[in-house]
């Protein structure tokens, strides 16, 4: 919400007194003296009007984890270990993912309570490349990749998929950069050749590479960096 608009809800201040705050810069958003009314505040950001505290602040958090196979990419799970279980975090109710991985796919999730920062690394609008290593039962061939590069007709959905870069790496392994995640669309891509998708492995996601560092089921919080770079 914008600056003016958060100041002016909150009950000890009318629009004039906000527009004054404004003017003689007295209030801080995240430790900076504001005078911009259109700056954004947030949930996590921490408000002052001089030393006193207008808004705390939630923490952001952000995680990356090496999800193993069998595994299911959700919060809460009545069979299986879910993702979040993996996380030995407070408060991971608060938590959500950026994107989902199947039950056998293993590879980078990232995990979040930053919606709109996770929107941005998950929306199709942003083109942000999810590159996959996948494995399959027949072989590839030089074929899939101009049919993938122009898209491919999910008749379910009714859409057709945005151009996907593959890299063949062996007669039945390949790398596959996709921008979007619609539901199976990796194995659903090969399938159109009817081609069986027998191990998948997400790698990056955008800027972000999975550390080789992390085992599978292992997790670390990404760099101040790694967030900014989204
Ligand atoms: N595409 C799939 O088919 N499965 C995944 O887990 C991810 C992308």
Redesign the pocket.
């Known amino acids: 919400m914008r600056l003016d608009r958060f100041l002016s809800n909150l009950p000890q201040f009318n629009r004039k007194q906000v527009r004054l705050l404004l003017v003689e810069r007295r209030v801080r958003v995240d430790g900076v003296a504001v005078g911009d009314p259109h700056v954004e505040v947030r949930e996590f950001s921490q408000v002052l009007l001089d030393d006193q505290v207008l808004q705390v602040g939630r923490p952001a958090r952000y995680f990356m984890l090496h999800k193993p196979m069998g595994c299911v990419s959700a919060t809460v799970d009545p069979q299986h270990p879910t993702v979040l279980d993996l996380l030995d975090e407070p408060d991971k109710h608060d938590l959500h993912l950026a994107g989902?991985?199947?039950y056998n796919?293993s590879g980078l999730m990232v995990i979040t309570n930053d919606g709109q920062w996770s929107r941005r690394l998950t929306q199709p609008q942003t083109k942000l490349g999810k590159v996959?290593y996948v494995e399959t039962e027949q072989e590839i061939n030089e074929q899939y990749i101009e049919t993938f590069a122009r898209g491919i007709y999910f008749s379910f959905e009714d859409l057709t998929t945005q151009p996907a870069t593959l890299q063949l790496l062996g007669a039945r392994s390949a790398r596959l950069t996709i921008v979007e995640?619609r539901y199976?669309?990796?194995?659903?891509m090969f399938g159109h050749f009817q081609n069986k998708?027998l191990r998948?492995h997400?790698e990056q996601m955008g800027p972000l590479t999975l550390d080789p560092e992390l085992s599978p089921g292992q997790y670390r919080p990404l760099t101040a960096e790694e967030i900014q770079q989204i």
């Open positions: 989902r991985l199947d796919t996959y995640g199976h669309q990796v194995k659903r998708v998948l997400r």
